[in-house]
């Protein structure tokens, strides 16, 4: 059965009509107005970029495929046939644009006032918290916008879009209700774990290390399964607690203070644990890596804010269990040593060693006389330092936000002109022959480091 020229002419001008709305959407560099402060690193940028003239690029080929087949195959063809085929490019189109409008959401918002400088620095943050001690793995691009609701998110770099192409970039969703305080630090690096694991396949390697221990001949087997299932989770909130110290805590505890009955709510289907162990497991995983009493003070503030009285016997002697077996499980994963770590752990990466609470409240002392030091600090520890201040009663939550407010806004401005002198330090030594090291590097955000 042919297909008719009226038939013909619609499913023609159906595809041509697709083709010209794609030729309307440009790069997010012609589109989106931003002080340069607020810009995306460049490697975010044109990653970004790179993947949507990919998508278009790989469009318009299936849009010329199909026009050509029409016109080759219309005496043929049945117009049913014609019509699935549109329809699948159609599909396709808007999965195209669906992506386009993921990346369009996040980086319009740095073309707010302040929160536009604030997110870049937020992207200096969240790049310091992946630089690990020793390279282990080339750092991705990383977006951070903002979101309603009270908790973070991250759809990690390189996994799939809904397009079934994988993301080019790291995107951190982090809440606006937190911009601007310290907690901010705590979802963020919360979610850069998340990234941090599966680049260093965290996961699958302490699952590994679990496994027997759930499968022994033991009381305790079904509380190794347990951690087991809320692993993912845990390990993101061990990164935190490792990079910015009570910081972490606390912030966990803004997120998860919530009516009793979610605080309390147990589901072994969902990866996040239990909100009142989680805090008890962060205040142990601190006490871990930097042993001082405030993690017992903060276990016992939350116990005083949600006390287990009037929980149903089977929940209440869970809890106990749990909370009694948790120095065990946490030592496991200090000592845990992944392969991809190549004989090392966690807290010797993440550099513990520098953020131990005595040290923070020297520093906090030490820049309350020299504020510059502070600007010359990494922002992880800069952020580890405020929050232990705010903890031990040194800061006030005004003062704070004004800092943080101030610092993310320094560390947004440096990261632009640091690149800006890089580049143009590259346009002086190519004539030379010469590549610069910093250019060199995969990710340009390395060198917010410094003074």
Request: proline residues 7%; positive net charge.
């Amino acid at each position: 059965m042919a297909i008719d020229p009226f038939t013909f002419r619609m499913l023609e001008e159906e595809a041509r009509g697709l083709r010209t709305r794609l030729d309307r959407v440009k790069p997010f560099a012609l589109l989106e107005p931003m002080v340069p402060a607020a810009n995306l690193f460049p490697n975010a940028q044109s990653a970004i970029e790179r993947a949507l003239i990919d998508g278009r690029r790989e469009l318009r080929r299936l849009m010329a495929s199909f026009l050509a087949w029409l016109h080759r195959a219309r005496a043929a063809a049945t117009p049913a046939d014609a019509q699935r085929r549109l329809s699948i490019l159609r599909l396709r189109f808007h999965q195209v644009l669906n992506e386009f409008d993921m990346y369009s959401d996040v980086i319009t918002q740095r073309s707010e006032h302040d929160n536009g400088p604030w997110l870049s620095g937020l992207d200096s943050v969240a790049a310091d918290a992946l630089t690990l001690q020793g390279q282990f793995y080339e750092l991705p691009p990383v977006v951070c916008h903002l979101e309603r609701g009270p908790g973070a998110a991250i759809r990690r770099a390189r996994t799939r879009l809904p397009g079934g192409r994988t993301s080019p970039v790291a995107v951190i969703r982090v809440p606006r209700e937190r911009m601007v305080g310290s907690g901010i630090a705590s979802s963020l690096i919360h979610e850069t774990g998340h990234q941090a694991a599966a680049l260093i396949e965290l996961v699958p390697s302490l699952r590994a290390m679990l496994k027997p221990l759930k499968e022994q001949a033991s009381p305790d087997k079904d509380l190794w399964a347990i951690w087991d299932r809320w692993i993912s989770e845990i390990v993101a909130d061990f990164f935190s607690v490792a990079r910015v110290g009570i910081t972490s805590t606390i912030g966990l505890i803004g997120v998860v203070s919530l009516p009793r009955a979610f605080v309390f709510r147990v589901d072994v289907n969902d990866p996040h644990p239990t909100p009142w162990l989680r805090v008890k497991l962060s205040a142990a995983i601190g006490q871990a890596l930097y042993p001082h009493p405030q993690w017992a003070r903060i276990a016992a503030l939350w116990e005083e804010l949600y006390p287990r009285e009037g929980l149903d016997l089977e929940r209440r002697t869970l809890f106990e269990r749990l909370e009694h077996h948790m120095p065990q499980f946490v030592a496991r994963l200090v000592e845990h040593r992944p392969v991809r770590l190549r004989g090392q752990t966690l807290p010797d990466v993440l550099e513990v060693q520098t953020r131990a609470p005595m040290q923070l409240a020297l520093m906090f002392q030490s820049w309350s006389r020299a504020p510059a030091g502070m600007y010359r600090a990494r922002p992880t520890v800069v952020f580890a330092v405020l929050g232990q201040a705010r903890a031990d009663g040194k800061l006030s939550p005004e003062d704070e936000s004004m800092l943080i407010g101030k610092l993310l806004t320094f560390w947004a401005l440096k990261t632009t002109l640091d690149t800006s002198y890089a580049c143009a330090l590259t346009g002086e030594t190519l004539r030379g022959g010469t590549f610069p090291a910093a250019m060199r590097s995969p990710n340009p955000s390395l060198t917010i480091q410094g003074g």
